[in-house]
């Protein structure tokens, strides 16, 4: 036969949890500091065309509080057109 002869869980309510286990009950939905940098690199004030680039450095994801976070960096370019 397969299977099981008894199954066993987690005892619901966190009446079981471990210390290894205690993160992923315990939920963070702290907000993280990071900082941005954008720079024009061409402005057309006869049709209000702006561009320029960018870089972020932040914090990953934490999984609501159970990992530490790691600092990422994205650069990228960015366009916008102005009007009055």
């Given at each position: ?32 500091s990071g ?9 057309d004030p ?10 972020s450095v ?27």
């Open positions: 036969s397969t299977g099981y002869d008894s199954a066993q869980a987690l005892p619901a309510g966190g009446a079981g949890d471990s210390e290894e286990l205690a993160k992923e009950n315990a939920k963070s939905t702290k907000v993280l900082k941005a940098v954008l720079s024009i690199a061409k402005y006869s049709t209000g065309e702006i561009a320029g680039v960018f870089q932040q914090p990953s994801d934490t999984d609501l509080g159970a990992k530490v976070p790691k600092d990422i960096k994205i650069q990228g370019l960015w366009y916008a057109q102005l009007q009055q």
